[in-house]
């Protein structure tokens, strides 16, 4: 837990969970701004339990393979039960993610587990490090591919990079 008062500790405590949140909800609503506005410049992911990327990429570059969400019909990622153990300067925060992607009448549906590595910074706490662990799918693996490349498919055919 966050060092200093019990007050001090709880308002680091609801800032970090905040940014957690925060990174949810900027995914669902498309709004990439918000989300590029989370993260340090660079940032440590590892999304291979997805077969996505693992390693070290610039924050802008995350923001651009994100926008691919934008070619579902909605998104919505719930998180939950959250661990924090936070320092002066650094903290991690590990929580429990449902993340349902729906596109005509597919869905796909993960979940498991996010661990966000943060980091302070003058202006307030940023995100230095995303990870994702499948717990499972339902519906199945792929049902859940099958949704994405149909995301995939609508986001290209509307000209997007």
């Given amino acids: 837990m966050a060092q200093g008062s019990g007050?001090?500790?709880?308002?680091?405590?609801?800032?970090?969970?905040?940014?957690?949140?925060a990174y949810a909800m900027a995914l669902d609503a498309?709004?990439?701004?918000a989300f590029r506005?989370?993260?340090?410049?660079?940032?440590d992911l590892?999304?291979?339990?997805?077969?996505?990327?693992?390693?070290r990429i610039p924050a802008d570059a995350w923001v651009e393979r994100c926008k691919v969400?934008?070619?579902?019909?909605?998104?919505?990622?719930?998180?939950?039960?959250?661990?924090?153990e936070a320092g002066v300067d650094a903290a991690r925060v590990t929580s429990y993610v449902d993340a349902a992607h729906f596109i005509g009448a597919l869905a796909g549906f993960a979940c498991g587990t996010y661990v966000h590595e943060l980091a302070h910074h003058p202006g307030g706490w940023k995100i230095r490090g995303c990870a994702f662990a499948v717990a499972g799918y339902a519906g199945g693996r792929a049902a859940f591919d099958q949704a994405f490349d149909a995301a995939r498919a609508a986001y290209a055919a509307r000209g997007a990079p």
């Fill in 69 to 84: 969400l934008g070619g579902f019909d909605a998104t919505q990622h719930k998180v939950s039960n959250f661990v924090v």
């Fill in 37 to 43: 506005d989370l993260f340090e410049d660079e940032i």
């Fill in 30 to 33: 498309c709004d990439w701004p």
């Fill in 46 to 55: 590892d999304y291979s339990a997805l077969g996505s990327i693992r390693g």
């Fill in 7 to 21: 007050q001090e500790a709880l308002a680091v405590r609801t800032a970090l969970c905040d940014l957690v949140v």
